[in-house]
């Protein structure tokens, strides 16, 4: 007869009903306000996941929290009580960003966790999205240019690769989500590298510009499907020890930060001030179920008017590469558009749109052997198809 039975057996039970571990489910029967913490954060993370935005939680709470991240932010219940909380008596949810712990925070927000999950949501948008709108605003002056297009940047939003092409780690030639395929930059980059630099970025910087999450679904997309493994032993090989993100693996689960309701494409409204690529291109393919096939017919058409100067067509499904390379058009579209609407007072980052040059000598570590013409076409198409039928300017 095993000590305390019936406790192990209602902690199967909670287990099997609400999800999570035994070692969950059997502290959430110790303490009833335990319970009421796990269960919040389960309703709350699967809440958030259905309103559209990426979701990774921690199983056991940590320091008194249950943790789940979404996008940019960390959101907690708090089950500690603090003196100087003037909700000390109460579950706490918390909203904190940006994500790295060590970095100075730029949201801090709190509310009542105890009411309906759905209010608990819309909190939890209005907090994020006030916090992003605070943190443009409060970014120290923008004083450092963009080495390509002389466009001012806050100095931490730039991206730096060294002028010499035997040092790749070096951090000489500053450049800006618009600059980042420009030729002057060239193979300067290498794609384990400033994979982790992103990461970086995006952990540290709760201001940063929207497009460089434009950037990220672009690699996810053009690399192959276990590239994340890879990337981890690139990473280590590296001397680089956290692990990547998993949108290196899985690019539908990518942050996009989405611009204010009133100025977005009328097919985004019903989202919150960001969403995960996943959810975008559910929302955009179900408003345009023929822009696929739209796109795919300008390809082809292109394709066929330079076969002779090509020696003949990629040797690729058009279908299936340009459904493969979908969701970066989407994040490429989206997410420039979001940086003109924040950043309205510069030049659109759309200005090297129409000259960009994909240069995929870099690419080869990431598993894939598309040619340069296939990618940047297909690119191209997309996003001209996607600009014309959401009515976003990007000239």
Known sequence: MTRDRARKRAARALRHNVGGSYSAAHW????PKQARAADIHRRLANALRAFGWPVETDILPELGEYRCYSGPATL????????????????????HAPLMHEA?????????????????????NQAIAQGRRQALSA????????DICGDHYPQTHLLGVSDSAEDQ???FFSFCPSCMFDTDIGKRWRPEIL????????????????????IIALFACAAAPDWRRDLQALWHGNGILPLPATHWSTPEQ?????????????????????ASLGA????????????????????????AENAQEWDGPPDIDPITFLNHIWPASIAYLISFHTQSQERAEHRSPWHLWHSLELDLGRFDTMGRSDDDLSLEATLRHSIDVLASLLKIDVS
Do not use: K
């Not at 994979?195 to 929207?210: G, I, T, V």
């Open 254 to 274: 990518l942050w996009l930060w989405l611009p204010e309701a009133s100025t977005r494409p009328a097919a985004l409204r019903h989202l919150g001030c960001g």
């Open 195 to 214: 994979s982790h630099h992103l990461d970086e970025l995006l952990y540290d910087q709760f201001a940063a510009p929207a497009g460089w999450n434009a």
């Open 169 to 171: 780690q070096g951090g």
């Open 28 to 31: 959430a029967l110790t303490d």
């Open 76 to 95: 907690a219940i708090e089950t500690e009580q603090q003196e100087w909380h003037p909700l000390s008596a109460n579950l706490i949810l918390s909203a």
């Open 139 to 146: 970014t120290p002056g923008n004083h450092t240019e963009c």
């Open 104 to 124: 100075p925070d730029e949201l801090w927000a709190y509310a009542d966790a105890d009411q309906p999950i759905a209010n608990l949501v819309s909190w939890a």
């Open 280 to 303: 975008v291109m559910n929302a955009i393919d179900q408003a345009f179920p023929a822009a696929r096939q739209q796109a795919t017919h300008r390809l082809n058409r292109e394709w």
